[in-house]
């Protein structure tokens, strides 16, 4: 389970429904493929460019889009002209009924064009055209959710390795402070109950190894399907996160949101279909065109066997045309209601993004600056008390799980504060502006 910072755990990301789907197709990743060598240390957009070379839902829309743009081509194309051709059976015998003499064969031929309304075509294409520039957009907001989910759980991969190697460091703290309390136990400065809580402190120490053991494991196997590579296949360990900066101001993701978001783009484009739809609604009130040439052999006069014309279609059922309108016009409005909305919500999920990234910014500088280190001088001089007899072991290993959580909550801070940036970056449509200069961080 991956947890999102920016919205509370079970909340859903609101997707149009073919996008939802698109979308569960991709994050279920490709067909798994033989597992092939990644650089270490892996960095959150080397896993990124990985994850948008393999994953098939991404050539699945770009062909999808390419088949729209060449039907949007046909859609502005006239129909094809008709040839008609009669003939009249008796006169193909030869020879006239009841007689012997010879009769040349006669007939007729037509050709025919048909002409929608004068703007028909145009109105058919830009629908067409719309729809294909949606497309577009619909395989860039794909991109942009692998991307985050890349993200996401690279900052989990990072966070699991950080605090397993903090569990570490404090096993073979604790490991040494029980040889002491050992150690004063046989002098007899201590009573037996220290190297028994020392012993149950490694022993929990260690469990705590099993479970963040088993989260890597389930990282990992997320990771690799996600690469499409087999569940269980090796992944070098993750660089460092990039010390926390501060996001841009809201005013400036708004901006970014609006302007460039796929989500958006591809509905507005969906907005200006309806619109032609509905026109060619409008358009269906007037009558199509037609026009014909044609020769016909069964007149007895030459000059009046080539003939052309023009017809016309009586759209006489206006009161189905009339509704068609209707329900093209409310369409449109609903589209545009809908468009609102999720900009609306999508705003909301900036906000909500950029609180996460703050406050995990927060966290780190107090958690790195303030809670740390007086976390270890309350460990030193705990042990130091305990070395002197003027302390107490439970003081010891109280001060130990102190700072073992404050390291911790400093490991989780950090990748908090990736992933409110990865949100941040998929919810506004791509990279960030450059942030203020963030202060230099060391890594105990």
């Known amino acids: 389970m991956f947890r999102s910072p920016s919205r509370p755990p079970g909340a859903a990301r609101s997707f149009t429904a073919p996008g939802a789907a698109l979308l569960l197709c991709a994050l279920a990743g490709p067909v798994p493929l033989s597992a092939s060598p990644i650089a270490a240390p892996l960095d959150a957009e080397t896993l990124v460019d990985a994850v948008l070379a393999s994953n098939p839902g991404i050539d699945a829309l770009r062909a999808g889009t390419e088949?729209?743009?060449?039907?949007?081509?046909?859609?502005?194309?006239?129909?094809?002209?008709?040839?008609?051709?009669t003939v009249a059976p008796a006169a193909l015998d030869g020879f006239e009924a009841g007689g012997g003499r010879h009769r040349d064969p006669t007939g007729a031929v037509e050709l025919r064009q048909d002409l929608p309304w004068p703007g028909t075509l145009g109105l058919r294409e830009a629908v067409s055209r719309a729809e294909a520039r949606a497309g577009r957009d619909a395989e860039a907001a794909l991109r942009l959710e692998l991307a985050a989910t890349a993200r996401i759980r690279h900052a989990e991969w990072a966070y699991v390795h950080a605090a397993l190697a903090v569990n570490e460091r404090t096993a073979s703290l604790v490991e040494a402070l029980r040889e002491v309390a050992e150690d004063r136990y046989a002098a007899g400065l201590a009573s037996q109950q220290d190297p028994l809580q020392a012993e149950?402190?490694?022993?929990?120490?260690?469990?705590?190894?099993?479970?963040?053991?088993?989260?890597?494991?389930?990282?990992?196997?997320?990771?690799?399907?996600?690469l499409g590579r087999d569940a269980e296949a090796e992944l070098p360990a993750p660089g460092a996160l990039p010390a926390p900066g501060s996001a841009p101001p809201f005013d400036t993701l708004r901006t970014l949101a609006r302007s460039r978001h796929p989500d958006l783009h591809a509905m507005r484009q969906r907005v200006e279909a309806q619109q032609g739809r509905a026109a060619l609604r409008e358009k269906a009130f007037y009558p199509d065109l037609?026009?014909?040439?044609?020769?016909?052999?069964?007149?007895?006069?030459?000059?009046?066997?080539?003939?052309?014309?023009?017809?016309i279609t009586l759209p006489l059922d206006r009161d189905r045309r009339r509704a068609e309108l209707d329900a093209a016009r409310a369409e449109t409005a609903r589209m545009r209601h809908a468009?609102?909305?999720?900009?609306?919500?999508?705003?909301?999920?900036?906000?909500?993004?950029?609180?996460?990234?703050?406050?995990?910014?927060?966290?780190?500088?107090?958690?790195?600056?303030?809670?740390?280190?007086?976390?270890?001088?309350?460990l030193?001089?705990?042990?130091?008390?305990?070395?002197?007899?003027?302390?107490?072991?439970?003081?010891?290993?109280?001060?130990?799980?102190?700072?073992?959580?404050?390291?911790?909550?400093?490991?989780?801070?950090?990748?908090?504060?990736?992933?409110?940036?990865?949100?941040?970056?998929?919810?506004?449509?791509?990279?960030?502006?450059?942030?203020?200069?963030?202060?230099?961080?060391?890594?105990?």
């Open 67 to 85: 088949a729209a743009e060449a039907r949007a081509h046909a859609a502005g194309a006239l129909p094809d002209p008709r040839l008609g051709i």
């Open 200 to 226: 149950v402190e490694v022993q929990r120490l260690r469990a705590r190894a099993l479970t963040l053991e088993g989260r890597r494991a389930g990282i990992r196997s997320a990771l690799n399907a996600l």
């Open 290 to 311: 037609s026009i014909t040439a044609g020769h016909n052999g069964y007149r007895p006069a030459e000059e009046t066997r080539f003939t052309v014309g023009v017809g």
């Open 339 to 378: 468009l609102r909305d999720r900009e609306s919500r999508l705003l909301a999920e900036v906000s909500a993004a950029r609180a996460a990234a703050e406050r995990a910014r927060a966290t780190v500088a107090l958690v790195r600056d303030a809670l740390l280190p007086r976390s270890r001088e309350t």
């Open 380 to 444: 030193d001089a705990a042990r130091s008390a305990y070395a002197s007899g003027d302390g107490s072991f439970l003081d010891v290993i109280t001060a130990e799980r102190q700072l073992l959580n404050t390291e911790l909550e400093l490991e989780r801070a950090r990748a908090d504060h990736a992933i409110a940036r990865a949100e941040l970056m998929r919810d506004t449509g791509g990279p960030l502006p450059a942030p203020e200069a963030a202060a230099e961080e060391t890594t105990p």
